[in-house]
């Protein structure tokens, strides 16, 4: 779906219902002052291209989720203002270097350099980034590009909407379940081989599992589901993180995971049996 936006008819109207975007391979907007494109929609990352109408122009542009865009609407470029200033601050304050090592520079990249005044985080010219990477999948996001004014204020903002693809399933991870019985009570730890998403858990005990005719997958599956459209409370089933302990059972129990990320889940499901 393609959408320009004039900043004063988003203050005007609901952009909430006029964002929206299909999961396709490739999304596109032109309009008098710049074209952007979206390309390579996969479920974690994709390929953007900013051209301006005027190559002499400063512009700036960046992603976020529909969500944030439509709370950021009316002072997109106050926000990124101010947040240009504090970035100044900090860099010119006297901060010691954190030590990191510098990774080498992909073929064609340019060394990063330090910004020293508002313009160096501005572009000029055609913006390419082929691997814009870091998203959820399943999710819908604003590639948003403007001119800022002589106050740095955004009058009006070119918008490019997209969705991610659904998640894929990451083979390579496992979820590990470690009982520790040295402690009192005894606990239950639930950890996947690489933290990269948000740990989906749950238990049922083993004898209303074989009342409900199911399996420990069947039965995840089902709460998930539920707990995705709000059916249920993720927030009973998901530590916020990559690791959870919990009690042991008193009585034989079975349990379920799985790494998931937005709407999708992203490992297979990894079952383990307590018994007594």
Request: aromatic share 14%; glycine share 4%.
């Amino acid at each position: 779906m393609k959408k320009h936006f004039n900043l004063l008819l988003i203050l005007g109207v609901s952009v909430l219902g006029a964002l929206t975007a299909g999961c396709n391979s490739r999304q596109n907007v032109k309009d008098a002052d710049f074209s952007i494109t979206v390309s390579n929609i996969q479920d974690r990352q994709v390929s953007i291209t900013v051209e301006p109408a005027y190559a002499d122009k400063y512009y700036y542009w960046d992603v976020l989720t529909y969500e944030r865009f439509a709370e950021l609407k009316d002072t997109i470029g106050e926000y990124y203002y101010h947040q240009w200033e504090f970035d100044l601050r900090y860099i010119y304050q006297g901060y010691p270097d954190d030590g990191d090592d510098e990774e080498p520079l992909e073929p064609g990249e340019e060394p990063w350099e330090e910004p020293e005044k508002i313009e160096d985080f501005l572009y000029k010219g055609t913006s390419r980034e082929p691997e814009w990477d870091a998203l959820a999948p399943e999710t819908e996001y604003v590639v948003f590009a403007y001119y800022p004014d002589e106050n740095y204020h955004a009058n009006n903002i070119s918008v490019c909407t997209f969705k991610t693809a659904e998640g894929k399933i990451m083979d390579n991870v496992k979820i590990f379940f470690n009982p520790n019985k040295i402690k009192s009570p005894d606990k239950l730890s639930i950890s996947p081989s690489l933290a990269v998403d948000y740990l989906f858990y749950c238990s049922c005990p083993s004898a209303e599992l074989q009342r409900l005719n199911t399996s420990i997958e069947r039965y995840a599956e089902d709460l998930f589901a539920k707990c995705i459209s709000g059916e249920a409370n993720m927030d009973d089933h998901c530590p916020g993180s990559c690791m959870v302990t919990v009690d042991y059972p008193a009585e034989p129990t079975e349990w379920c995971a799985c790494l998931f990320v937005g709407k999708s889940r992203t490992t297979n499901w990894f079952s383990y049996h307590t018994p007594q």
